[in-house]
């Protein structure tokens, strides 16, 4: 699940930064520049691994009891 996370987080900059190549003008409208949902996606991610890296350390912790 780790490593789906972080390829969800690449696939997502990838497609926003090809898209903001491609279509400049769609992104000038904006208030925001065009990677600051790429921030919040990475935020998440970090969140995600975090949290699972947790889990997964408590469960070999109690798999050896």
């Known amino acids: 699940m780790i490593g ?3 390829g969800v987080f690449i696939g ?7 898209h903001y190549k491609t279509y400049p003008g769609f992104y000038q409208i904006q208030s925001a ?3 600051t949902s790429s921030i919040i996606y990475g935020a998440v ?3 995600i691994i975090l949290i699972l890296t947790i889990l997964k350390l408590f469960l ?3 798999s050896e009891k």
């Open 60 to 62: 070999i912790r109690n």
């Open 4 to 6: 789906s996370a972080i």
């Open 33 to 35: 520049p065009w990677y």
């Open 12 to 18: 997502h900059v990838a497609f926003h930064y090809f």
């Open 45 to 47: 991610t970090i969140a």
